[in-house]
DNA sequence: TTGCAACAATTAACATGTTAAGGAAGTGAC
DNA sequence: GTCACTTCCTTAACATGTTAATTGTTGCAA
């Protein structure tokens, strides 16, 4: 049974967009002031996190697809907020990493990023923020362990 | 307190775009030998649910911003799959409405993509799955009343 | 060593997301 | 009626998502 669709009211993917877009409209606020993007500012909090790493590590833990990332560190390249060095042992390889005005820009607006966080998480509850990442993260094909 | 940003492993936003790359994922799959889209399945979907509608109804209940959907709209007009009419009494407004061609290829899909539905469904667990929309509903700033 | 498969990264092409500006049609104050 | 204002929709410009093709390197095997 179950041949029908679920009413687009219902739909997972449709609620996902329209949980994304409730999230991120305070943040891509936040962010308007910086000329920086929402995709490039999770690159710099990825680098900020976990100091250089390798494109490919750097992908996965953006969740950004490699043509992306590409664009997205030649912008923040030029604009001098990350650096790239290629692999002398393996020449096809590249490092990543931030740059002092990068992490400035983090530093910067830490407090104001960690303030809107609080916010979602005073409107679900505590339990309820924690149960909905556990439920998003077993629906994260990288995640299944 | 607080004045530190989660790490990106547990990050609402990061974490809304990784369960809709694992939902997306099959659905994308399903419709690649269509040529359509998602976001044109979605607009197709909403139109066969509710039937015609305005212009202004159809990206609110695509969750779709209005320059997207005047490309979008195009591209199924092209293709036959929806046709557009304006509004005699105000000429600014315009309606869209699905068509034999377009509902067919719903139709097509309905039963596979239900099995998707279904299959997330038990990867949650019914009460799970219920728990997630209504988690996602409370994020959504268009559905707080 | 040459040839080829595998890999990392880029580029290309097209669709969408996002913000801002533009154009056309309706509305209301005067 | 006219002018400002609003509303609906489109266009423009740029960044990203997505898939496929391409380039440059490496490793391995004939």
Redesign the pocket.
């Given at each position: 049974m179950s041949k029908n669709l679920p009413s687009t009211a219902r739909s997972l993917p449709i609620a996902l967009?329209r949980a994304?877009?409730g999230i991120?409209?305070p943040i891509?606020?936040m962010l308007?002031e910086t000329g920086?993007?929402?995709?490039?500012w999770r690159?710099l909090r990825v680098l900020s996190e976990f100091g250089v790493m390798?494109?490919?590590t750097l992908?996965d833990r953006s969740?950004?697809?490699?043509?992306?990332?590409?664009?997205?560190?030649?912008?923040l390249r030029d604009k001098g907020l990350v650096s790239?060095t290629r692999?002398?042992?393996?020449?096809?390889?590249?490092?990543v990493e931030i740059t002092p005005a990068g992490q400035l820009i983090i530093d910067e607006r830490a407090a104001r990023a960690a303030e809107i966080v609080t916010g979602f998480k005073a409107t679900l509850g505590h339990d309820n923020y924690e149960t909905l990442l556990d439920l998003l993260e077993m629906l994260d094909p990288g995640a299944r362990t």
């Open positions: 967009i994304r877009e991120m409209a891509r606020e308007s920086i993007t929402e995709q490039q690159v390798d494109t490919k992908a969740s950004l697809l490699f043509p992306s990332l590409t664009r997205i560190a030649a912008t790239q692999d002398e042992k393996d020449r096809r390889r590249q490092f």
